[in-house]
């Protein structure tokens, strides 16, 4: 069996998505290790764990933990509000109805729960906190509070000392300069994107040079290294992928967009690289029967 690089080569994976594609997540996860990724980044979504104030329920994020683990597998856990996949902002019902200072303990309650579950499994080797934790124009529901945050990285650090902290860019150009400050800097990579407000497929302004000279100032002002958290490799249309037909997914991501994305990331220098679009990838080997997406991507990380 085939293992890509974890060094290099990591992926995202979601059950909420997979869920949106009608598919079995743990099919979709043992398909993502069979065909040879060993560092994953996962999701501890509140809405999910927590339906009820008090009473938590990990059994999902327990199995799916245990199924990489058992792989000798490198797991980035996301903590926090704010994670990866529509609505972005995954708050439990009974969480939205509290007031601003109930809302904060109820978070950070939870985060320490996240925490001290999983702090003794050595497959966990990093936290990513709050995903683009400063973004107000993107997810339903958004709560931006940078003194909340940087109190919950605080909570995070003192709970867990040993591990490392991995926060995301809240724009695809910004650099931290106010804080909190992580320990790792991730960057998201996207070139094609559907823009509502124009109604009209765009092209990101995104280029290597861009994430070159970012890297290096954030090395330089704050001594943190940076990689790519989050690489386009699936679909951004007008609609949700599974509502849009093959030509207009083929709109934003195409066989050749594909190549095109991994050769560009691949040519900032920075690693690992995180790739986003698992399900999708699965969803259409499975459901559509064209396995022409995940070929290309393999292909493409074979050789980049």
């Known amino acids: 069996m085939q293992e890509f690089d974890q060094d290099k080569w990591g992926v995202s994976f979601s059950i909420k998505q997979c869920r949106n594609f009608g598919l079995d997540s743990d099919d979709v996860l043992k398909w993502l290790i069979d065909v040879g990724f060993r560092r994953f980044r996962l999701m501890s979504y509140w809405d999910e764990h927590e339906v009820e104030k008090g009473v938590l329920d990990f059994k999902s994020l327990d199995e799916q933990i245990t199924t990489v683990g058992k792989t000798g597998g490198n797991i980035s856990l996301c903590l926090g509000v704010r994670q990866p996949r529509w609505p972005e902002n995954h708050w439990p019902a009974w ?9 904060t303990e109820a978070i950070f309650n939870y985060v320490e729960s996240v925490i001290r579950r999983y702090q003794d499994n050595p497959a966990i080797k990093s936290y990513q906190l709050e995903n683009e934790a400063l973004l107000k124009s993107f997810g339903e529901n958004p709560d931006i509070d940078r003194k909340r945050l940087r109190r919950e990285m605080a909570l995070v650090k003192r709970l867990d000392p040993a591990r490392r902290v991995i926060m995301t860019t809240s724009t695809s150009w910004g650099i931290p300069l106010i804080g909190p400050i992580p320990d790792i800097v991730g960057f998201s990579f996207y070139q094609v994107m559907f823009n509502n407000r124009k109604n009209k497929y765009t092209l990101s302004f995104h280029k290597p040079w861009l994430d070159r000279l970012r890297a290096h100032m954030i090395k330089i002002i704050w001594g943190k290294d940076s990689f790519i958290h989050e690489l386009q490799l699936d679909p951004w249309g007008p609609h949700a992928i599974w509502e849009m037909n093959e030509e207009e997914q083929n ?7 594909i190549r095109k ?6 040519s900032i220098g920075l690693s690992p690289i995180d790739l986003w679009g698992g399900e999708w990838w699965y969803w259409r080997m499975i459901k559509e029967k064209d396995p022409s997406i995940w070929q ?3 292909e493409e990380i074979a050789t980049n």
């Open 251 to 257: 709109k934003s991501m195409s066989t050749s967009q």
């Open 95 to 103: 969480a939205l109805e509290l007031d601003s200072q109930l809302r």
């Open 261 to 266: 994305n991994i050769r560009l990331a691949s």
């Open 296 to 298: 290309t991507v393999q």
